[in-house]
C-alpha cells in the first residue's frame, strides 16, 4: 500500500503561481512513477505531469509544457507540481497518483495508476 497527501492548493489570479506538494508514505520501494492529474467540473481526470520515481524522467501534457514542473525529493517521499502562469482553464482539483511497477510503464494513462491522493482545489481568477 501507498499513502499520498497532497497540499498546496488555493486561489490565485491568473498569471500567478503555485506549488503543490504531495508526500508518499508506505510501499515506496515498489513505486515506478508519480503523476499529478486533474478533474475540473463536468470533465474527465487528464493527465497533467509523471516523473519516475527512480530515474527522474518527466513527462507533461501539451497544455501544460514550459508553465508547470514535476520533481520529486527521494528524502523527503515526496513530489512536487511548480505551476507558473497559471489560466482560469488549469482550475481544476490536483490529484497526485501512484504508479506501481510490474504491469509496465505508463507514466501519462490514468487507469495505469494504482493509488490516488484525496485531491487538491486550485481556482485561477481571471
Known amino acids: 500500500q501507498v499513502q499520498l497527501v497532497e497540499s498546496g492548493g488555493g486561489l490565485v489570479q491568473a498569471g500567478g503561481s503555485l506549488r503543490l506538494s504531495c508526500a508518499a508514505s508506505g510501499r515506496i520501494f515498489s513505486t515506478y512513477a508519480m503523476g499529478w492529474f486533474r478533474q475540473a467540473p463536468g470533465k474527465e481526470r487528464e493527465f497533467v505531469a509523471a516523473i519516475s520515481w527512480a530515474g527522474g524522467y518527466t513527462y507533461y501534457a501539451d497544455s501544460v509544457k514550459g508553465r508547470f514542473t514535476i520533481s520529486r525529493d527521494y528524502a523527503k517521499n515526496t513530489v512536487y507540481l511548480q505551476m507558473n502562469s497559471l489560466k482560469p482553464e488549469d482550475t481544476a482539483v490536483y490529484f497526485c497518483?501512484?504508479?506501481?511497477?510490474?504491469?509496465?510503464?505508463?507514466?501519462?494513462?490514468?487507469?495505469?495508476?494504482?493509488?490516488w491522493g484525496q485531491g487538491t482545489q486550485v481556482t485561477v481568477s481571471s
Open positions: 497518483a501512484a504508479q506501481q511497477r510490474g504491469s509496465g510503464t505508463y507514466p501519462r494513462v490514468r487507469d495505469k495508476y494504482d493509488y
